[in-house]
T-cell receptor, first 113, second 111 residues
């Protein structure tokens, strides 16, 4: 099992460009989430999904869109990149149930210039 | 989800027990306490979780107070590789995707 796979690992964007961060999991987990982590800070929840076709906003959703057309994939779209979106982005998946832990990808380091 | 409070940093001598506290005074009855750690900006890694009983696994022990308003993660014999940021979160059973992380505790294990 690959677990949670994020691509790309690194990306540099110019202000105003759009792009999609990919996240895929092969564990058949119902829940998936996107977080961002700024230098020296903790993780902040951007968007999350409780299953295919269902998404909801987290703490910092502005400037990002998500969709969940399959159980496996949960892409994060930056609509018009801004320098404030320079961060490390983590995707996580969790199995439904109260005793399950989150599995995280290795992150995408995004720089917006 | 309830908010947690952790000290920003702690030091521990190699080979000694590391005791990391977490305050979650507003925790509700159906919320579990989870602990994760993050090493060198990698993706966070699950350590342990519990509801109200103390828990132990191969990595750590979790002690939850009787009123459930605080907990302590114990690394019994800390090594240099345990240097990391440790996050304590509380989570409802029905909101597995909505975990809220604070800033965590940076644990530095010193030789």
């Amino acid at each position: 099992n690959a677990g949670v796979t994020q691509t790309p690992k690194f990306q540099v964007l110019k202000t105003g460009q759009s792009m999609t961060l990919q996240c895929a999991q092969d564990m058949n987990h119902e829940y998936m989430s996107w977080y961002r982590q700024d230098p020296g800070m903790g993780l902040r929840l951007i968007h999350y999904s409780v299953g295919a076709g269902i998404t909801d906003q987290g703490e910092v959703p502005n400037g990002y869109n998500v969709s969940r057309s399959t159980t496996e994939d949960f892409p994060l779209r930056l609509l018009s990149a801004a320098p404030s979106q320079t961060s490390v982005y983590f995707c996580a998946s969790t199995k439904q149930g109260f005793r399950s832990e989150a599995f995280f990808g290795q992150g995408t380091r995004l720089t917006v210039v | 989800d309830a908010k947690t409070t952790q000290p920003p940093s702690m030091d521990c001598a190699e080979g000694r027990a590391a005791n990391l506290p977490c305050n979650h005074s507003t925790i509700s009855g159906n919320e579990y306490v989870y602990w994760y750690r993050q090493i060198h900006s990698q993706g966070p890694q699950y350590i342990i979780h519990g509801l109200k009983n103390n828990e132990t696994n191969e990595m750590a022990s979790l002690i939850i107070t009787e009123d459930r308003k605080s907990s302590t993660l114990i690394l019994p014999h800390a090594t240099l590789r345990d240097t990391a940021v440790y996050y304590c979160i509380v989570r409802e059973s029905t909101n597995a995707g909505k975990s809220t992380f604070g800033d965590g505790t940076t644990l530095t294990v010193k030789p």
